[in-house]
């Protein structure tokens, strides 16, 4: 990639400021925000020389990147070198990090609190608040991930508009 415009370089730093705060490796977004603006996939060295970062931690954060799905490996026509591109579709994206957020953190949520709730349902002597508390909770997260579930199913059109139609869904509800 060709040297980054001073709007590229904006971006890309606030991307890693941003993925630091969601508790993503400022590198690992850098990474990614470069790959998103790139015409073309980059090979690793590219990456490393552009963003000034060691090779090593390159590969490292690709790796990751590919976890996430968001980011995978392509092959360019006379260069032996792995390419990488970043998913361009920003609903498609976006839908991908929620299902990763969703199997990482929210299932095993559930389960623990599954778990805890059979528990304090076999101890006659569980704290009673505890329970409600813990009920309430799960209540959530079951409603929510069965929401998101329906929606998800939804082509990235569809899911534009779904949330475009906010506004006129809370003057509908008369909330708006």
């Given at each position: 990639m060709?040297?980054?415009?001073p709007?590229q370089?904006?971006?890309?730093?606030?991307?890693?400021?941003?993925?630091a705060?969601w508790?993503?490796n400022r590198?690992?977004?850098?990474i990614?925000?470069?790959?998103?603006?790139?015409p073309?996939?980059?090979?690793?060295?590219?990456?490393?020389?552009?963003l000034?970062?060691?090779?090593?931690?390159?590969s490292?954060?690709?790796?990751?990147?590919?976890?996430?799905?968001?980011?995978?490996?392509?092959?360019?026509?006379?260069?032996k070198r792995?390419?990488?591109?970043?998913?361009k579709?920003?609903?498609?994206?976006?839908?991908?990090?929620?299902?990763e957020r969703?199997?990482?953190?929210?299932?095993?949520t559930?389960?623990?609190l599954?778990?805890?709730?059979?528990?304090?349902?076999?101890?006659?002597g569980?704290?009673?608040?505890?329970?409600?508390?813990l009920?309430?909770?799960q209540?959530?997260?079951?409603?929510?991930t069965?929401?998101?579930?329906?929606i998800?199913?939804?082509?990235?059109?569809?899911?534009?508009r779904f949330?475009g139609a906010?506004?006129?869904?809370?003057?509908?509800?008369?909330?708006?």
């Amino acid at each position: 990639m060709c040297p980054l415009t001073p709007v590229q370089q904006k971006f890309i730093l606030h991307w890693g400021e941003m993925g630091a705060r969601w508790g993503i490796n400022r590198t690992v977004a850098q990474i990614h925000a470069l790959l998103y603006l790139a015409p073309a996939p980059l090979h690793a060295e590219a990456i490393a020389d552009t963003l000034s970062v060691a090779r090593s931690n390159v590969s490292t954060s690709l790796k990751e990147l590919q976890g996430w799905r968001i980011v995978k490996m392509v092959h360019v026509m006379g260069d032996k070198r792995d390419h990488f591109e970043s998913m361009k579709d920003v609903w498609e994206m976006f839908r991908v990090v929620l299902d990763e957020r969703k199997r990482r953190e929210i299932d095993p949520t559930l389960a623990l609190l599954e778990d805890c709730i059979q528990e304090a349902d076999k101890d006659k002597g569980a704290d009673k608040y505890t329970v409600e508390r813990l009920r309430a909770l799960q209540d959530f997260f079951r409603k929510t991930t069965a929401w998101y579930t329906q929606i998800s199913k939804l082509p990235s059109g569809a899911l534009s508009r779904f949330i475009g139609a906010g506004d006129k869904l809370l003057k509908a509800l008369g909330i708006g």
